[in-house]
């Protein structure tokens, strides 16, 4: 009981497994006394009665006997042929009141027969129990079998037989049809709750698939954010560290080009005085010697060449310069909260940096629009410009375009309360089958080592989810793809 009870709870199961009380007979015979004979049985009349007629003694053998005159609680309902047995029984499903068990007699003529009969209504009531009456001389055993098959359904009961027998069997086989039926709603009650049991699992399974899924994109996300970070932090490290180099290095080429431009007032001077030398001996030899030396060293080239060299070696310092401070400015690797920042500064920043991954493919164009200051983590900000910058250089490549042909053009501009990015390109487009596949993480169309198809979801994520943007794209195959990315200005209240 405690068992059951227990499956009961974990199951969820409320379903009531009581068969319904239904204490029905049908008794099927064609001779109307052994009807009236049966109804007095279970009233318990026939007892003493007495005086059975040659068919009903050869029925029920003896009368029976005073004591056992015991009542049976039944329902009686009668049939004198198969065929109407079977009409009962059918209609007693319909009705919702089934028989629970038949006495049927063998010999029925004109009709069908006791077995004929039984198989029919099987049928169409597999858990009717059916007792049938039969005489010696009627099927032998074997042919009944035959016919009916192997069944815990029926009973064969040999004529004569007395009332104790017709109560006891009556009485038995009642139960043993709702026990029965007990067992196949417990059974379609269980199967019902294993169903549901099942589909709940089934649910909670998929779900946790699909947090499953999340975590791992969230990790690979978190570990590539991470791995951007470290980078960023040791750009901004190395760049710190070349800063103090290059300002001394500027500082002392500044110098020197101010020492040079005094010695070559010096130098000036001196070729002036040697011009006024006497031609004396003396002073011819010491002409002489000072000219072969200026020739040695080609002093009029070095005029010419020094302050070029000087010109070249203060652009290149400030070229490093600048690529010095956009590397420290790119990753802004203590830049953790959300402040005000100067995106159209932040994209020129950004396109120093990956200077290398485009100058061979395309130039670049610039449409700077007068937007206000962003809300924003610039330095992710900055990651998702990369990545479209990177991306436009390769489908550039892609195209197979020369790099005079080759255009990546950066737009900016205000519209209410958003300020929107646009990075296109002339490359080759993205095609139609892949359009909703690019910010899947992992989609990738590039060769191991070029791209690990992360960039787009990372940017999708940092974009929309972490600054309460948009990241949308339109592309035309063989004339080129645009990005567009759209930020609050005033930031994302997550
Ligand atoms: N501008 C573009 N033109 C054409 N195809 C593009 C463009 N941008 C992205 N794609 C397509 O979308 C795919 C996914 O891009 P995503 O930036 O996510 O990954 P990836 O560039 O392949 O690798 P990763 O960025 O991780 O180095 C690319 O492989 C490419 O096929
Ligand atoms: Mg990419």
Same mark, same amino acid.
């Given at each position: ?64 006997? !005073?004591?056992?005159? +015991?009542?049976? /609680? $039944?329902? @009686?309902?009668?049939?004198?042929? *198969?065929? =109407?047995?079977?009409? %009962? ?8 009141? !089934?028989?629970?068990? +038949?006495?049927? /007699? $063998?010999? @029925?003529?004109?009709?069908?027969? *006791?077995? =004929?009969?039984?198989? %029919? ?374």
């Amino acid at each position: 009981m405690l068992e059951r009870t227990a499956a009961a709870v974990d199951l969820g199961c409320t379903a009531d497994f009581e068969a319904p009380r239904n204490r029905r007979i049908l008794v099927v015979d064609d001779n109307p006394a052994i009807h009236e004979d049966f109804q007095k049985i279970f009233r318990g009349s026939l007892a003493g009665a007495g005086d059975l007629s040659e068919t009903e003694a050869a029925f029920f053998g003896e009368a029976p006997s !005073p004591e056992t005159g +015991a009542t049976v /609680d $039944v329902e @009686m309902d009668s049939a004198f042929q *198969g065929e =109407e047995a079977l009409q %009962r029984v059918v209609a007693a499903l319909a009705e919702n009141r !089934p028989y629970a068990m +038949a006495f049927m /007699d $063998v010999r @029925m003529p004109p009709g069908w027969d *006791g077995i =004929e009969t039984a198989v %029919r209504i099987w049928q169409r009531d597999p858990h009717l129990q059916i007792v049938l009456c039969t005489a010696y001389s009627d099927y032998s055993w074997e042919s009944m079998r035959a016919q009916l098959g192997r069944t815990d359904r029926l009973v064969i009961l040999k004529k004569p037989f007395d009332t104790v027998e017709a109560l006891q069997l009556a009485d038995s086989l009642i139960e043993k049809w709702r026990t029965s039926r007990q067992a196949t709603l417990k059974m379609s009650a269980l199967e019902q709750a294993v169903r549901r049991r099942t589909r709940e699992l089934e649910e909670v399974n998929q779900s946790l698939q699909a947090e499953i899924r999340g975590r791992k994109l969230l990790e690979s996300q978190l570990v590539q954010a991470q791995k951007l970070e470290s980078i960023g932090q040791l750009a901004a490290g190395i760049a710190h560290e070349i800063n103090t180099p290059i300002q001394y290095i500027g500082d002392s080429v500044e110098f020197l080009r101010s020492a040079v431009s005094s010695i070559e007032q010096v130098v000036g001077e001196y070729r002036q005085a040697l011009d006024s030398l006497p031609e004396s001996d003396s002073g011819g030899t010491l002409r002489a010697r000072l000219v072969a030396a200026e020739e040695a060293a080609e002093l009029p080239f070095l005029h010419a060449e020094i302050p070029r060299a000087f010109e070249r070696t203060q652009q290149g310092i400030a070229h490093v310069s600048k690529i010095v401070r956009a590397m420290k400015e790119f990753s802004f690797p203590d830049a953790r909260e959300q402040s005000y920042s100067d995106v159209n500064h932040a994209l020129q920043t950004t396109l120093v940096v990956a200077r290398n991954e485009y100058k061979h493919v395309a130039r670049i164009e610039t449409h700077f629009g007068d937007i206000p200051e962003v809300k924003c983590n610039i330095s992710e900000l900055n990651q998702v410009f990369l990545n479209l910058i990177v991306n436009a250089a390769h489908a550039i490549q892609e195209s197979g375009k020369c790099a005079a042909a080759g255009v990546i053009s950066v737009r900016t501009l205000a519209a209410e309360g958003l300020v929107e990015i646009e990075i296109g390109d002339n490359g080759c487009g993205i095609p139609a089958e892949n359009r909703n596949k690019v910010f899947d993480p992992f989609f990738t169309t590039k060769p191991v080592g070029r791209g690990t198809g992360q960039g787009l979801s990372i940017a999708y994520a940092t974009v929309v989810q972490k600054h309460g943007g948009t990241l949308s794209f339109e592309s035309e195959m063989g004339r080129g793809t645009t990005f567009r990315v759209r930020v609050p200005q005033e930031g994302y209240a997550s």
